[in-house]
């Protein structure tokens, strides 16, 4: 039997500004992307950049994504991270939405780009309560960073 190894992804979604009659405008709208268009989008990458040698080198795998901190996990094959990972370079937009993809962290365990996912989501959630009291609105961080570790502790 064999065993295939996997490295894992901890990657951000930044958005890229528009251009409207020669300003630069930067949308502040929910990303409307699901982990199929974004695992879509880093295969066809992988596909334009090597080829069929890249194409045929595995799939990759979004195993959880957040739409708030626009933070996700993926699932790449070990043999070929390089490959991936310089395909997500390149990447500019998913679907009709320019943007761009940031690796944040790879690791070849789940349990430590969880722990950094959770950093990441805490940081997010910490600096969003900031702005909330700032306006005078409520805002519960720990909520949401409770629901985030809930949602991570699933995935293993």
């Keep these: 039997m064999v065993r295939f190894k996997n490295r894992w992804v901890l990657f951000q979604i930044a958005e890229d500004p528009v251009i409207e009659n020669g300003v630069v405008v930067y949308n502040k709208t929910q990303f409307e992307v699901n982990d199929y268009m974004i695992s879509k ?9 090597h080829g069929a040698f890249g194409k045929g080198q595995g799939s990759v795998t979004v195993k959880w994504y957040n739409s708030t901190t626009r933070i996700g996990i993926l699932r790449i094959p070990r043999d070929y991270t390089d ?15 320019p943007c761009s993809l940031h690796i944040l962290h790879v690791s070849g365990t789940v349990i430590f780009i969880q722990q950094k996912a959770i950093e990441w989501d805490r940081k997010f959630y910490i600096k969003e309560q900031q702005e909330a009291d700032k306006r005078g609105q409520i805002y519960s961080s720990n909520d949401k960073i409770e629901e985030s570790k809930k949602t991570l502790a699933a995935l293993s």
């Design 83 to 97: 490959i991936f990972l310089a395909s997500m370079f390149y990447i500019k937009q998913i679907e009709t939405t």
């Design 41 to 49: 989008s880093i295969f066809k990458a992988v596909e334009l950049n």
